[in-house]
């Protein structure tokens, strides 16, 4: 699948209170997430963000809490894909088990807000500025439970053969 | 082969002789927990997978203590829909309040943690239990989801970092500067997707409680699991609890990604600045520095060796007037024994609020909420911005002994500025 879209850039450390603040996880509802998604590192993203945009950050996206909300309130803003230099565990695998694309690129100093990338997600290509960078590749583990459209998906197999085994 | 404590714990619950890191397993889980925030997400997937019941009712907790006791109508809403799935599934570990504690210092306390089990939670802060030999790493709510209906979760093995301490601890130096310290050293992601393990004769010294500080901030390294032997003390601690556990150590000739040796000798009381917690300074760096808030609690610090360090300092002392001070006991059962052994009353008469159980201001939930510009010097875990109010708030985080006495200073100190 290939994709087009606006990048937002932020820096590193990006940390899950910044993607979606705790003050607003009393509701898991997917229009409250997004609309306050990155609020605590760019006040004015949700209302920015168009379907398709392109998160572009550095080292270490997503760490500090497991919350799946902040993977979650990224895909309903209509964000595409996530390219990070590299993500904190527990966001990396929530966002292999909720089907959020992500990258690992280094990318942050080489694009600006606004500038339009195109990423091949099947072959793991990112083109940007007439250059193209080649993302890490996922671990065929990884791409299983991705080709079953997520974990839950993949686990339904599972359960469908325990079953039948029964 | 000789094998890492991670190596050894995935391995056993994968049914393999060993296994090495890179290796993908799918793993028998000894437990499965998750939260008020957490659970209702996972609760919604569990049932779109289409799961009747949850793999075994005697291993999965479900502890709603986020935003406990309900802090609005959303949050009550949140925490009925967990109560009623925990109803209909007969879950044995449903924690609500009255008797509900802070994850992760309740599931120690009820004995649900052990030597060589493997546990996920839907919270990062999982990793706790590494400090009794288990194999604990936060995930998302679909992990959660997914291991409540079949019991198992794959795992991509961990390279593991060592970590061994030696020399004597200076007063007031305990696991929480230990940790600091080390997050100061190796960064916010210095072990991300990796396995430390801590050891050497000050961890041998240390005691399980401050190990469990050390294995809770494991994450803020961006660690998978923080693990510590189980060792005599960590089999006397949980003789308390009810268990009878066994010794469990790495192998002598484990091979580790990475070994540190730190003499921590003259390490001072250390304190994180803001806004990541790898801004590790010695608490001399920090004098000076005026605070609004202090708050002595979580799942980091909420342990009653912890309230006890606190009311060491607090006793006969008064809280400074421009300094509001919050103590949350992390369990039930840890308040009560701070009020059997005075520690309470030593806090209310120093004028600091005594709470329930509740993770309630570490994450910015409500009980201690800052406003812009406002200062607050926590022994909770993390320090990002707007991590305990508004965005232009600012956390600094220490062990309990800092914490109270900056409390009565008003301002950062060194714990023998005040005591002496």
């Not at chain 2, 601690?237 to 002598?252: F, I, N």
């Amino acid at each position: 699948m290939k994709l087009t879209g606006r990048v937002f850039v932020f820096g590193s450390d990006i940390d899950t209170d910044a993607i979606i603040p705790a003050r607003y996880l009393n509701k898991f509802d997917l229009d409250h997430l997004k609309a306050h998604c990155m609020e605590d590192a760019d006040p004015t993203f949700a209302e920015r963000v168009k379907l398709g945009d392109v998160i572009v950050a550095g080292k270490n996206f997503g760490c500090g809490s497991s919350r799946e909300h902040a993977p979650l309130a990224i895909k309903a803003a209509g964000v595409s894909c996530v390219i990070a230099d590299s993500f904190a565990r527990i966001f990396y695998r929530n966002a292999i088990n909720i089907g959020l694309p992500i990258l690992e690129v280094s990318l942050e100093k080489k694009v600006k807000d606004g500038d339009l990338v195109t990423v091949d997600l099947d072959r793991g290509i990112v083109e940007v500025n007439g250059e193209k960078f080649q993302a890490q590749a996922f671990p065929p583990e990884l791409m299983e439970i991705m080709q079953s459209g997520g974990l839950i998906e993949y686990v339904k197999k599972e359960l469908e053969v325990g079953e039948e085994n029964d | 082969m000789a094998q890492t404590l991670a190596e050894k714990i995935l391995a056993s619950h994968s049914d393999r002789e060993s296994v090495k890191p890179g290796d993908f397993v799918m793993a028998k889980l000894d437990l499965v927990l998750g939260n008020d925030i957490t659970a209702p997400v996972a609760i919604k997937e569990f049932r779109r997978l289409g799961a009747k019941k949850v793999f075994d009712i005697d291993k999965v907790a479900l502890i709603c203590d986020h935003f406990t006791p309900n802090k609005d109508i959303l949050a009550a809403e949140q925490v009925k829909f967990v109560r009623e799935f925990a109803r209909e599934h007969d879950i044995t570990h449903f924690y609500d309040v009255g008797d509900m504690g802070i994850e992760h210092c309740l599931i120690p306390e009820k004995g649900l943690a052990e030597p060589g089990f493997l546990i996920i939670g839907a919270d990062s802060h999982t990793c706790t239990y590494g400090a009794l030999g288990s194999f604990a790493t936060g995930v998302g709510s679909t992990d959660m989801a997914a291991a409540m209906a079949i019991g198992k979760a794959w795992f991509r093995v961990p390279h593991t970092q060592r970590f061994n301490f030696t020399g004597k601890l200076k007063p007031y130096v305990s696991g929480k500067d230990l940790i600091i310290f080390t997050i100061g050293k190796i960064g916010v992601d210095g072990a991300r997707y990796q396995a430390m393990e801590f050891g050497g004769e000050v961890i041998s010294a240390l005691s399980v409680e401050a190990r469990l500080t050390m294995a809770n901030m494991a994450i803020e390294a961006g660690a998978k699991a923080g693990l510590f032997a189980a060792d005599s003390k960590t089999v006397e601690y949980l003789k308390k609890a009810g268990q009878t556990v066994s010794e469990l150590y790495p192998d002598q000739d484990a091979s580790y990604y990475k070994i540190h040796d730190f003499d921590v000798s003259n390490l001072e009381p250390q304190v994180a600045f803001p806004h990541l917690p790898e801004n590790a300074k010695s608490v001399r760096e920090a004098k000076g520095i005026k605070v609004d808030q202090v708050v002595v609690g979580s799942c980091t610090n909420g342990r009653i060796e912890d309230l006890r360090e606190a009311a060491e300092v607090l006793k006969g002392r008064k809280v400074n007037k421009n300094v509001r001070m919050i103590v949350i006991p992390g369990t039930q059962r840890i308040y009560l024994q701070a009020i059997e052994e005075g520690l309470v009353q030593t806090f209310v008469e120093a004028g600091a609020a005594v709470s329930t159980p509740t993770c309630g201001p570490c994450l910015g939930g409500h009980m201690g909420i800052l406003a812009s510009g406002e200062v607050s010097l926590s022994t909770t875990n993390r320090n990002f911005v707007g991590r305990m109010g508004h965005p232009q708030s600012f956390v600094y985080l220490s062990g309990p002994y800092v914490a109270a006495a900056s409390a009565v200073a008003g301002e950062i100190v060194h714990p023998e500025e005040v005591l002496s």
